[in-house]
């Protein structure tokens, strides 16, 4: 078989890098204008695809290669108005394009105009706003990681050294040594963003010291939290930020092998974070001898088997030995004993993100922003009942108010706010009287809540907090891993006893035996998914008690969410027999009694989908 | 439901393709899994004897993850998300109507072994919730009355 | 050596041992259930948690599992410890109401009866029975299966295993007596929660008593490379 004569990429030394980034500079024209169409699996399932094949059809057709780029990137956050296409070099941000829409983009951005008709509208103001930046969503975010995501095709690692990507690495190996790359760490305070909130620096010193043969660096993008998608938009859109990191994090704790653990249910991040690792190989930016400085490093993608309990660093590392996902007592810390016994540096992406910034501006300007004990900005997703749906990058510190009202827009259909839940199924619920509340790693706790990873689910007056509590209960139940009897068996008993509450079952006593089996779980799980499960349930108690009670001593579900303790039936005053509900019904328990008599509702064959509900704008369904 | 025999040369190439790493068994079987759409005995026993791992160890490691069936599954995969975010926007609903209309619980397959249906939690696509995929393909804004024309839509 | 403290009593012991070893050393009782000094330790039954005090904090850790410090201060009944005992006990009760061995323990632990539904499971999950298969036979015939609440204890596909050698550790090191084993005749029961299996025994050339399984002869012999006359008699009848 013959061999392809290939001329080599590889950088000997961080000049050289330099003086590729300087020509690949060169070689870009900075005012011709690039289409910039959002390839995150959001906008994918809204319909990029197509809207990206529309915009590589029309201009191939016109021959306009020459005048305008296309570029695939990575997630810009605002996944509401998806699908999303960014124009450079202005920002102009066009929302909700169609395939249809590429035709008249093309024309008219080769022209030096806009089309006014895809700017995002402020709903508040009405006025239509032409840049990113403008965008109320966009004002109020600090997107030092994310922000870069329009500009880069993730699978083109040029794209990432045009913009500066690899000279922090080039910093680190020219001239730092390890124990100062950690102090810098050190120094601007950074505390990982998986949940744990732990001191990074102080993690890499402890790893550095430890005694072992070899030693491993792991990126965790098992994100498990439902409802978050930071790390997933980090890994897709831009893969070499959290590589960048990880290089010199090996570096400065003595490692030459790491690892990125990826959640099965991301296979576009996978891919990208495989194409990026082949291409910084090309480069000699990974593997031997790196930029001509001496040190190895290489890096393996391990793909997760769908378990929640992965994303826990012990587990994570027993998948990673090919054993079953459970994880052990940490009296000795994985950075001690973690992979093969040995002293193992395990951080989230968006941690490892952060560390290309820290060493190529310096901890003193990355510790200007954000908190007290909290430097930085933090990604999350803002999700559930809120009208900008999408992910966010903050400075800690900003209020919940600010975020879900000044970023978010505000709750859907003028509903009212009722909580927020923050760091998933280890978080906990806040109601409304701490909207003003700081976030950040310290504030959070206070609340009896937690960070978490980043997810931010609001819930307006229609979301049942006990079934809420219910429902992150039985997904616990469904990821633990059965290895300790507290947490096995005690998830399955408080499924059980809050599926009863919310069925109509409650009975006096309930809530004393949820609160005691809580406390059993806190402080005998073995690992921190039992031991931080009674937080929802802890959380909505404390917060939202009447609600219990309302379901075990009225067998009411206020909110109007139980099935069982819910009816369905018409308001014959105010319906017009127009026969909508009766179409929607899956099981025809409505009947159609024609126009001007209420139509009639079945309660033996209704089923409670809320379908009805759902359909009739007249309000001539109840639901109580 | 018919199981299927796996070719050893194509396990074989698998095991290769990761140096028979014992440490690579939960990518090992994914690829596996891949290539037949479920996990046949067969290959479980070649895949402990290729990495010198005990079958119950490798059958534990494939009946833990959610990830794997170690049973033949239908034509189709529909994974219902069951995450925070399509929870709150109702995606209990849709999951109950589809079980209704198939007439399979989750993780079940219909006798005529053309769906599957699995719920998972969160497939990181939240601003469309509630989310249905079918074979990869991602379905937003799911409601009872869309499952339907969705269903139908698949041959 | 390190010095410590277990409810008050000053005592000596040796780096690297842990609260179990040294609170067993010296006569303090703490429950346990998948603990075995055969197997390595595992954590599970959470029932040797004991309250320690190190940097002023209190928490609750596994006795099994934590190896002992200079200064460290122990609590083997403290009120936090003795409600957390009973929870789980009552945890476990509810799961095998009907297993004797369990019951006893609940009994002896101040419980009478469980606030929770009641199952009918004989299996603990201590996965003792596992790891001296792995661990002690070398063997692995026997895993985990499934994970959380459905968890169960087996071989592969709950069928008759290839690799069992019908030795019986398992049998032997279940706490609870979940797993059966019979010998009747020339042939050895054992009987696993979910599936069981037969074996033909070899009978002794001297006094015709059926004493071992002929598969574990055949392991035995493929381990140690010992001819096969070594087995024609039984323990009781060798020199």
Redesign the interface.
């Known amino acids: 078989m013959a061999k392809k004569q290939q001329t080599s990429k590889r950088l000997n030394s961080v000049a050289a890098l330099e003086a590729l980034r300087k020509a690949i500079v060169a070689s870009r024209d900075p005012d011709k204008p690039c289409i910039t169409v959002c390839g995150g699996t959001g906008c994918l399932a809204l319909g990029a695809r197509d809207v990206i094949a529309g915009f590589k059809r029309e201009i191939e057709k016109g021959g306009l290669e020459g005048k305008v780029s296309l570029k695939i990137t990575g997630c810009p956050g605002f996944c509401e108005k998806g699908p999303l296409v960014v124009i450079k070099p202005e920002d102009i941000l066009y929302q909700q394009v169609k395939a249809g829409d590429a035709a008249e983009i093309i024309s008219e951005t080769v022209k030096g105009n806009i089309v006014d008709r895809l700017l995002y509208v402020d709903p508040n103001t009405g006025k239509k706003t032409t840049y990113e930046s403008d965008v109320p969503f966009y004002k109020k975010q600090k997107r030092l990681l994310l922000g870069s995501n329009s500009s880069i095709d993730p699978t083109v690692i040029e794209d990432y050294l045009a913009l500066g990507g690899y000279a922090a690495l080039g910093r680190a190996l020219s001239g730092m040594t390890p124990e100062g790359i950690i102090d810098e760490v050190k120094k601007s305070g950074l505390r990982g963003r998986g949940g744990g909130g732990f001191p990074t620096g102080a993690k890499w010193e402890t790893c550095r010291k430890a005694e072992g043969e070899k030693r491993y660096v792991i990126c965790n993008c098992d994100e498990g939290d439902p409802g978050a998608f930071m790390d997933r938009s980090l890994m897709e859109g831009n893969p070499h930020s959290v590589l960048e990191g990880m290089i010199i994090g090996a570096y400065a704790v003595g490692s030459h092998e790491g690892y990125i653990y990826v959640r099965n249910e991301y296979p576009l991040a996978v891919k990208n974070a495989e194409i990026a690792i082949e291409q910084a190989e090309e480069y000699g930016l990974l593997g031997r001898n790196i930029l001509g400085s001496g040190f190895d490093f290489s890096v393996k993608i391990s793909r997760g088997g769908g378990?929640f309990v992965c994303g826990e660093s012990t587990a994570l590392m027993a998948s990673l030995e090919g054993k079953?996902g459970e994880p052990?007592?940490k009296?000795v810390h994985t950075v001690e004993k973690g992979l093969w016994e040995q002293p193992t540096n395990l951080n989230n992406v968006e941690t490892w993100a952060n560390v290309p910034l820290i060493i190529k501006d310096g901890a003193g300007r990355y510790a200007k922003i954000g908190s007290e004990g909290s430097k930085g900005t933090k990604i999350f997703s803002l999700v559930g009942k809120i009208n900008n749906t999408g992910l966010i990058e903050v400075p800690m510190g900003i209020t919940l108010r600010e975020i879900i009202y000044g970023i978010g827009g505000g709750i859907p259909e003028g509903k009212k706010f009722k909580a927020v839940q923050t760091g998933g199924p280890s978080g906990g619920c806040i109601p409304d009287s701490f909207l003003d509340l700081p976030v950040d790693f310290d504030q959070l706790d206070k609340a009896g809540s937690m960070m978490g990873s980043g997810g931010m689910i609001i819930m307006d007056e229609n979301s049942c907090m006990v079934d809420i509590a219910r429902y992150f209960i039985n997904f616990l139940?469904?990821?633990?891993?059965?290895?300790?009897?507290?947490c096995?068996?005690?998830?399955?008993?408080m499924s059980?006893i809050l599926t009863g509450i919310t069925e109509g079952r409650g009975k006096d006593g309930d809530i004393d035996?949820l609160e005691?089996?809580s406390?059993?779980l806190v402080?005998?799980?073995?690992c921190a998914l039992g031991s931080t499960a009674p937080n929802p349930v802890l959380t909505t108690l404390r917060y939202f008690r009447d609600e219990y009670e309302a379901h075990i001593k009225d067998k009411r579900c206020p909110a109007g969410v139980c099935k069982a303790l819910v009816t369905y039936s018409i308001d014959e005053e105010k319906c017009p027999g127009c026969g909508l509900c009766a179409k929607a019904c899956p099981v025809e328990a409505i009947t159609d009694m024609g126009k001007k008599k209420p139509a009639i509702l079945d309660k033996e064959k209704c089923i409670k989908c809320g379908a009805c509900y759902d359909v009739c704008n007249l309000g001539a369904v109840i639901r109580k | 439901m018919k199981a299927t025999k796996p070719d050893k040369q194509k396990i074989k190439s698998i095991l290769a393709s990761y140096q028979s790493d014992p440490g690579m068994l939960v990518p090992i079987l994914q690829d596996v899994q891949a290539e037949y759409n479920y996990l046949p005995?067969e290959a479980?026993v070649q895949v402990g004897e290729g990495l010198g791992v005990?079958?119950?160890?490798?059958?534990?490691v494939a009946?833990?993850f959610k990830a794997f069936s170690?049973k033949p599954r239908g034509r189709h995969l529909i994974n219902v998300c069951l995450g925070t975010a399509c929870h709150v926007r109702g995606a209990g609903r849709v999951l109950d109507e589809i079980e209704r209309r198939l007439g399979v619980k989750s993780g079940e397959t219909t006798k005529n072994m053309k769906y599957t249906l699995e719920t998972v939690n969160c497939v990181g696509a939240c601003a469309l919730g509630p989310i249905v995929v079918i074979d990869g393909n991602y379905s937003g804004q799911m409601t009872g009355s869309k499952v339907k024309p969705l269903l139908e839509s698949y041959k | 050596m390190v010095t410590l403290t277990i409810d008050g009593r000053k005592l000596k012991a040796e780096e690297g041992k842990t609260i179990l070893q040294v609170a067993e050393d010296n006569n303090i009782y703490i429950p346990t259930l998948c603990f075995n000094e055969a197997v390595k330790a595992?954590?599970?039954?959470?029932?040797c948690?004991v309250e320690i005090t190190r940097r002023g904090r209190e928490k609750?850790?596994?006795s099994c599992?934590?190896?002992v410090e200079e200064g460290l201060k122990v609590k083997t009944g403290s009120d936090?410890v003795v409600?957390?005992r009973k929870?789980?006990m009552e945890?476990?009760l509810?799961?095998c109401p009907n297993n004797k061995e369990v019951q006893d323990l609940a009994r002896k632990l101040g419980v009478e009866e469980t606030?929770?539904?009641q199952d009918d499971n004989q299996c603990?999950?201590c996965?003792l029975c596992v790891r001296v298969c792995?661990e002690v036979v070398g063997?692995?015939?026997?895993?985990?299966?499934?994970?959380?609440?459905?968890?169960q204890m087996g071989?592969?596909?709950y069928e008759p295993?290839?690799?069992c050698i019908g030795c019986g550790s398992c049998a032997y090191v279940c706490p609870v007596g979940a797993i059966k084993f019979e010998d009747i005749g020339d042939t050895r029961y054992i009987k696993w929660p979910n599936n069981k299996m037969e074996f033909k025994l070899k009978k002794c050339k001297t006094c015709g008593s059926y004493w071992i399984p002929e598969r574990q002869i055949e392991y035995m012999m493929e381990q140690t490379g010992l001819p096969p006359d070594t087995f024609d008699n039984c323990p009781d009848c060798r020199d």
């Not at chain 1, 139940?477 to 507290?486: D, H, I, M, R």
């Not at chain 2, 005990?54 to 534990?60: E, R």
């Not at chain 3, 063997?139 to 968890?151: E, F, H, M």
């Open positions: 378990a079953v052990r007592a009296y139940e469904g990821e633990s891993c059965g290895k300790c009897l507290p096995r068996e005690g998830l399955k008993r059980q035996l005691r089996l406390a059993t402080d005998c799980s073995l | 005995r479980l005990p079958l119950s160890q490798v059958y534990s009946s833990f170690l | 595992y954590g599970a039954c959470r029932l948690l609750l850790v596994a599992l934590y190896e936090r409600a957390n929870m789980l945890l476990l509810a799961r606030s929770f539904q603990i999950l996965a792995q063997v692995s015939a026997i895993s985990l299966v499934n994970r959380g609440v459905d968890r071989t592969p596909y295993s290839d690799v």
